[in-house]
């Protein structure tokens, strides 16, 4: 297969579509048309047929998709027809939310370790999920054959853990630490920085005011 | 000031650059050039340039941005100049990460409430935010001027939770659960699937493989 170039903002939309498409297979809906997708998940019909378009022609006229059929081939684009071994950084609120969440699992990744400086947290289960500490994060990486890290610890750590996961061989990290952080460009890198999605809704809700 | 149409792709990266800013600002910087944010923050020179284009004329060529300016600037188009009062739906790992994530109170957004149906947790301060019971959503959305609610409840309860933050008369949702919802197009809704990140970055490193 060739290498696609596509945005972005589509591939965030590919894995909207995907779970949809997840959840209206397990109602049992079979086949469905652009124009519903757009309408469940708040995207144009338009923007629908053109995100779909970069794989080909999926649809039938007058039919629409094949539910799970396209769902396939999207799970397929964004990587996720094998599972995803990933380890945790910070075993507080967020890195426990984190390993329970069910939106990972549904999605094929699978939380191996949770790492934390914290003595009293070593060693303990969060979830099944075994907490390790920081020292052990290189061969532990090396033993689970993990690709991704997640920073879940403060701003203040967020660096020096990052250059650890770095050190430790992960191919990507994403970061839940509101603070930018530097990594070799050879290391994929998201920062999912929570209040940013507050600052959609709060700039649109001005808009709306008509600002 | 006239209703400017600003692509959401935008005001996420204008929310990146704005913290970003104020990282630097803490750091004594004060002025700084569109390459110089571009390099940081991971987005191509010209893009930052035509991001901050949409707001008139910030930069002096040959000196750069101020960095105080352009972050004044940047945190009024976001409507972060106000604070935001805001609850949360759900007591559990990810309600109780949330309510202490750092990101939200640097950005103006206060946590004043935090919902849960679970009894034990009722009257209980969480972080110092206390814990009322689901069915008093709509007077403390009331007394408090509540115009955003965090839903961070498990997916199965996330529709229900949603129909009552919409009778409570909130303005704007922020999802967390991994579940399309339904709300009346009158308010602001965004899903944050935080798989979605996970996703684009397993995209990125299949593609880099030359997939």
């Given at each position: 297969m060739k290498a696609l170039k596509i945005p972005e903002a589509t591939v965030m939309r590919l894995s909207v579509y995907s779970r949809y498409l997840s959840q209206i297979d397990e109602r049992g809906v079979t086949t469905i048309s652009s124009a519903e997708i757009a309408d469940d998940v708040g995207v144009s019909p338009a923007q629908v047929r053109k995100d779909l378009a970069y794989f080909g022609e999926f649809g039938t006229r007058g039919?629409?998709?094949?539910v799970k059929d396209l769902n396939y081939h999207i799970i397929k684009i964004l990587g996720l027809s094998t599972s995803w071994p990933v380890i945790i950084a910070g075993a507080g609120n967020l890195g426990t939310a984190l390993s329970m969440y069910g939106g990972f699992r549904d999605r094929g990744?699978?939380?191996v370790a949770i790492f934390d400086n914290d003595e009293a947290k070593i060693g303990y289960k969060l979830n099944g999920i075994e907490v390790y500490p920081m020292g052990h994060l290189a061969e532990v990486v090396a033993q689970k054959k993990v690709k991704i890290g997640i920073i879940a610890v403060p701003a203040a750590a967020a660096q020096e853990v990052a250059d650890q996961l770095v050190a430790a061989k992960v191919k990507g990290i994403l970061n839940f630490a509101p603070r930018v952080i530097n990594v070799p460009d050879s290391i994929e890198l998201r920062n999912v920085d929570l209040s940013v999605n507050l600052e959609i809704l709060t700039f649109n809700l001005g808009y709306k005011r008509g600002r």
């Open positions: 039919v629409g998709y094949n990744f699978k939380i």
